[in-house]
């Protein structure tokens, strides 16, 4: 802040020379003088040493040599002052090294070691010294040495307040002195001891300029500065309350500063929406128009938009030419659009090219929701006031919030949901236009067929912009996509050149290229650049229908390049099974579950698949096949070499079907066969399973699990296991118990060392039939889910004994089970014992076990070498949580599932005191961060909305490694 220099005296001058007040042009010239080459980032020799020469002068008075009057008073202070302004036109010249080593070299200038010089009123050592220590203190805090600011301000504010209730020094310098102490205590976190000497200041303050006459200017801005200051640290302590009105008083005060304020009321602005909970837009807005302030007076909402074509124009123009515009909003009013789709969507399209590559801009708001024009993946985060406040902060924020990787899929799942159909069309405009991941997720936005036209010319649109990328996956689940919209859908391919002839067949001796897999990732060919699209999900539009469908299938017919098309639950029936055109394709995964297709839509399906010589993986979950399907499934098995993966859960095989559908098994090349719940009951089919098994030497993954066996099933399975190369088996809700294991185990299975994953989830084992298991499958077994099988706490030896004799088990499920809580205590104690090269467990699944406060303190040893802990439905409370966090052990878990707990405000305060000072300390040294949970899931723990508002505010503050899921 600037202001003329007259009717000041110069005791005063002297005070505010050196504060942020700059009175007349001294302060100023001498900067750019220091700026200079004679002295620009040189050590300034020549002064330094007229300094050094002024302290030998002191020494002599000191001796008697030299006599100490008042003309040598007045040339020393003269000396002392112009060589602190030199330190401090450096330290403006962001020279802060040179101004502190200046500092420190006059501070023998500012003391007498003779008691008669020092005592004398007449020499003001002691204003000199505060003065000194005060410029000293800035520079220090300037290159972050806090400590020695610290120290400065701390000797200066006890030369302030020496004299007790008769003050020697003047009420502003002692302020100041305390206001700069504040602030440098406040830097190292030391808030209730910067917030007593910061009130305190402004108490002073107060209280002097109702009798001092200084500029009301001058007033404004030294008491605007002391109540951000206090503010700050109140927001930082939580005192909510008492923040709110200093900012408001502060607020008050920048109105006589006018434009002239440092930027102090939008640092206020800021403060003030933590302390008040609101956005600090919100806020900004909310200040400009309860005061008349900003261009647009009396004006909050600006930006209703009719985007009529020519205002979209304008805008276009606007965007390719700013160099300052940071921030558009776009919003509207009225749904009811006129004009012609098509017209509307190629200029909403070049609208969103404007936006996307106008480099200035930095956020889009459409209808509430903001957007990074260049990251439109991320979620726009409201800036906390650690990252705006005017001193600097440990904690480089925008170094995390830059460091983002781009994820895999832009994942915006019903983020348009409750946008009118005219702002969706502007969002996806966006979303494709500056995409720059290989998919999008548009699920449940109700897209319908008015916005799916915008999302077809944007995808078909050739003209990219450099950096973005084509749209390889699209994913449109759940929306209101019905005929009419599959058929707008089927023109992505519209614009795509007639594919290139290929001679394929299912037998590998015609596959020209079979061992080149076509990969999306690589640079595509030229021809692509026009759509992209290779991949599609359209599941749960149940309105699509055969005819949708067939015209989705139409579309992709036309484009060669296409693998993977997902369709559940969209009505299709034996009707739209008719999918010619597929085969010219690089059909590579097909999707089809819960569509009512029968055996003849089976059939027909097999016809077509059987010429797409590519296809991988096909899934017909709850699709009503029965026998006669399973036949079509069977010559399909046997003639297509490239299919590796095929799930038929939940259809009506029955034994007959399943027999047959084996025998295709048996002679392809499946490495993952799903038959869950397919009614398949008797010997006879049991044993077709185990002599699939047998045959097919690639099988690698098989589910059975809903299939209730007779008696000899388990038995034909066990035998089958030992000679199969299977090394995943799901055989959950099959109502095996522990003679079923036995029969099982002892068929076989129990010499096996391939079999690595074991599913057995809602089977009535009990302890005995986990005891038979821990015998017996132990060595190769890195997988075993035994949730909901009448477990007790009788099976503590022997969860012992299965994960000591387990070296390689390393996801271990035991939820649901009453374990009670020291089910787990010999296992804990074992693994506490022994070395991390001991065994491999680090998934362990223990929820709804009945565990309480007490069996979650018992696991505390082996949160150091898990990387997952889900203990739901387990009745903790806080005083668990606290326990946990207080103990003396590490605590480094990539995710702690705490859902459905009773973790209340006590253990979620615990939570995050315990892992700040971990954050705290690996800020200095990353190698201390001992202990941390990367993610924290704690719903329905009775937490409140605030409370849980209020912890993810101080959480991406202080804590900005932890996420925590309310």
């Known amino acids: 802040?600037?202001?003329?220099?007259?009717?000041?005296?110069?005791?005063?001058?002297?005070?505010?020379?050196?504060?942020?007040?700059?009175?007349?042009?001294?302060?100023?010239?001498?900067?750019?003088?220091?700026?200079?080459?004679?002295?620009?980032?040189?050590?300034?020799?020549?002064?330094?040493?007229?300094?050094?020469?002024?302290?030998?002068?002191?020494?002599?008075?000191?001796?008697?040599?030299?006599?100490?009057?008042?003309?040598?008073?007045?040339?020393?202070?003269?000396?002392?002052?112009?060589?602190?302004?030199?330190?401090?036109?450096?330290?403006?010249?962001?020279?802060?090294?040179?101004?502190?080593?200046?500092?420190?070299?006059?501070?023998?200038?500012?003391?007498?070691?003779?008691?008669?010089?020092?005592?004398?009123?007449?020499?003001?050592?002691?204003?000199?010294?505060?003065?000194?220590?005060?410029?000293?203190?800035?520079?220090?805090?300037?290159?972050?040495?806090?400590?020695?600011?610290?120290?400065?301000?701390?000797?200066?504010?006890?030369?302030?307040?020496?004299?007790?209730?008769?003050?020697?020094?003047?009420?502003?310098?002692?302020?100041?002195?305390?206001?700069?102490?504040?602030?440098?205590?406040?830097?190292?976190?030391?808030?209730?001891?910067?917030?007593?000497?910061?009130?305190?200041?402004?108490?002073?303050?107060?209280?002097?300029?109702?009798?001092?006459?200084?500029?009301e200017m001058v007033q404004a801005y030294y008491l605007s500065l002391a109540c951000h200051n206090a503010a700050l640290l109140n927001v930082k302590l939580g005192r909510w309350g008492d923040a709110q009105e200093l900012v408001d008083e502060g607020i008050e005060f920048t109105k006589i500063l006018g434009e002239n304020d440092d930027n102090l009321r939008s640092k206020l602005i800021t403060i003030g929406a933590q302390a008040k909970h609101v956005p600090e837009v919100f806020l900004a807005e909310a200040v400009n128009a309860l005061n008349g302030w900003s261009e647009e007076r009396g004006v909050w909402n600006l930006s209703f938009w009719d985007f009529s074509l020519f205002e979209m124009k304008e805008v276009i123009r606007v965007l390719q030419s700013t160099l300052t515009l940071n921030k558009i909003i776009i919003d509207q009013k009225d749904d009811d659009r006129r004009y012609e789709s098509s017209v509307e969507n190629i200029h909403l399209s070049d609208l969103m090219k404007a936006v996307v590559g106008c480099h200035c801009l930095e956020i889009i708001t459409i209808a509430g929701i903001d957007f990074y024009p260049r990251k439109v993946w991320r979620r726009v985060k409201k800036r906390g006031f650690l990252e705006t406040r005017w001193y600097a902060s440990a904690l480089?924020?925008?170094?995390?919030?830059?460091?983002?990787?781009?994820?895999?899929?832009?994942?915006?799942?019903?983020?348009?949901?409750?946008?009118?159909?005219?702002?969706?069309?502007?969002?996806?405009?966006?979303?494709?236009?500056?995409?720059?991941?290989?998919?999008?997720?548009?699920?449940?936005?109700g897209i319908n067929l008015t916005s799916i036209s915008m999302l077809v010319n944007a995808l078909s649109d050739a003209e990219r912009l450099p950096r973005t990328r084509p749209c390889r996956q699209l994913i449109l689940r759940s929306n209101d996509i019905g005929v009419a919209a599959a058929q707008e859908l089927a023109k992505i391919w519209d614009a795509a050149e007639p594919p290139v002839e290929e001679e394929v067949s299912s037998g590998s001796d015609e596959f020209a290229d079979e061992d080149e897999e076509f990969d999306p990732t690589l640079e595509p060919p030229e021809r692509d650049d026009l759509m992209g699209v290779t991949s599609l999900d359209v599941s749960h539009n149940t309105a699509i229908g055969d005819e949708?469908?067939?015209?989705?299938?139409?579309?992709?017919?036309?484009?060669?390049?296409?693998?993977?098309?997902?369709?559940?639950?969209?009505?299709?029936?034996?009707?739209?099974?008719?999918?010619?055109?597929?085969?010219?394709?690089?059909?590579?995964?097909?999707?089809?579950?819960?569509?009512?297709?029968?055996?003849?839509?089976v059939t027909k399906l097999c016809e077509v698949l059987a010429r797409c010589a590519r296809l991988r993986v096909l899934e017909l979950e709850g699709c009503g096949i029965q026998q006669e399907g399973a036949k079509a499934l069977r010559e399909l098995l046997r003639s297509h070499l490239k299919l590796q993966e095929i799930s038929v859960a939940h259809n009506k095989l029955c034994d007959a079907g399943a027999i047959e559908f084996c025998s295709g098994v048996a002679e392809s090349s499946l490495k993952s066969v799903n038959l869950a719940y397919n009614e398949i009951?008797?010997?006879?089919?049991?044993?077709?399973?185990?002599?699939?098994?047998?045959?097919c030497h690639s099988l690698l993954k098989l589910v059975l699990s809903g299939n209730t066996f007779d008696h000899m099933g388990p038995s034909h399975i066990g035998k089958a296991i030992e000679h199969s190369r299977v090394l995943t088996l799901q055989l959950e809700e099959m109502g095996l118990t522990a003679d079923s294991m036995m029969d099982f185990l002892d068929q076989g299975a129990a010499e096996t060392q391939d079999l690595q994953e074991l599913m057995l989830n809602k089977n009535p084992i009990g302890d005995e039939g986990l005891a038979i298991i821990a015998e017996s499958l132990s060595i190769g077994l890195k997988n075993l889910r035994i949730s909901h099988c009448g477990l007790t706490h009788n099976s503590q030896a022997i969860l012992l004994s299965l994960v000591s004799l387990s070296p390689n088990l390393q996801r271990l499920d035991l939820s649901y089970n009453d374990l009670g809580p020291k089910g787990c205590a010999d296992m804990v104690k074992w693994m506490d014992q022994n070395d991390k090269e001991s065994f491999s467990l680090c998934f362990l699944e223990l929820s709804g076990c009945n565990l309480t406060d007490e069996g979650f303190q018992l696991l505390v040893p082996i949160m150091g070498s898990l990387r997952y802990l889900g203990v739901r439905d387990n009745g903790i409370t806080s005083a668990g949580l606290q326990g946990v966090m207080s103990a003396n052990k590490m605590v480094k878990l990539q995710t702690l599932d705490l859902e459905g707990n009773h973790i209340g405000e006590p253990g979620l305060h615990a939570l995050t005191e315990r892992f700040q000072k971990e954050h705290k300390r690996s800020l200095w040294n990353p190698k201390q961060l001992t202990s941390m949970i990367d993610l924290v899931i704690l719903r329905n723990n009775d937490i409140s909305p605030a409370l849980a508002a209020s912890t993810e505010a101080f959480v991406k503050i202080y804590n900005p490694l932890m996420t925590i899921l309310w």
């Open 681 to 695: 009951v008797s010997d006879a089919a049991s044993e077709s399973v185990g002599d699939m098994m047998r045959s």
């Open 1 to 215: 802040m600037k202001i003329p220099k007259d009717g000041v005296e110069d005791l005063l001058y002297e005070i505010m020379y050196f504060s942020p007040v700059e009175l007349g042009d001294e302060r100023y010239t001498n900067k750019l003088y220091f700026q200079t080459e004679i002295y620009h980032r040189t050590w300034p020799t020549l002064m330094a040493d007229r300094m050094s020469h002024q302290i030998e002068k002191l020494k002599h008075c000191e001796m008697g040599i030299v006599a100490f009057d008042d003309e040598f008073r007045k040339t020393h202070r003269e000396a002392v002052i112009g060589h602190c302004k030199m330190a401090l036109a450096y330290l403006d010249a962001r020279e802060a090294r040179i101004a502190m080593k200046l500092c420190e070299q006059c501070m023998p200038a500012t003391k007498s070691s003779e008691p008669r010089l020092q005592t004398d009123p007449n020499a003001e050592f002691d204003f000199l010294r505060i003065i000194a220590l005060s410029v000293l203190a800035c520079a220090a805090r300037r290159v972050k040495f806090f400590q020695k600011a610290i120290d400065a301000l701390a000797e200066a504010k006890s030369l302030c307040l020496a004299g007790g209730d008769s003050i020697q020094q003047h009420p502003l310098l002692i302020a100041l002195t305390l206001l700069n102490l504040s602030a440098v205590l406040g830097d190292i976190d030391h808030d209730e001891h910067g917030l007593r000497w910061g009130l305190e200041a402004l108490a002073m303050m107060y209280n002097l300029f109702s009798t001092l006459e200084l500029p």
């Open 396 to 445: 480089n924020f925008a170094e995390v919030l830059g460091g983002a990787q781009t994820p895999e899929t832009g994942n915006y799942d019903g983020l348009l949901l409750e946008l009118n159909h005219f702002m969706k069309k502007v969002a996806i405009a966006l979303l494709v236009v500056a995409n720059e991941t290989e998919g999008i997720n548009l699920s449940n936005n």
């Open 548 to 601: 949708g469908f067939q015209a989705i299938v139409h579309g992709i017919s036309r484009y060669n390049c296409f693998k993977v098309l997902t369709a559940n639950a969209i009505s299709l029936t034996a009707g739209g099974c008719l999918m010619e055109g597929l085969e010219q394709t690089r059909l590579d995964t097909l999707s089809l579950n819960q569509n009512n297709l029968g055996c003849e839509g």
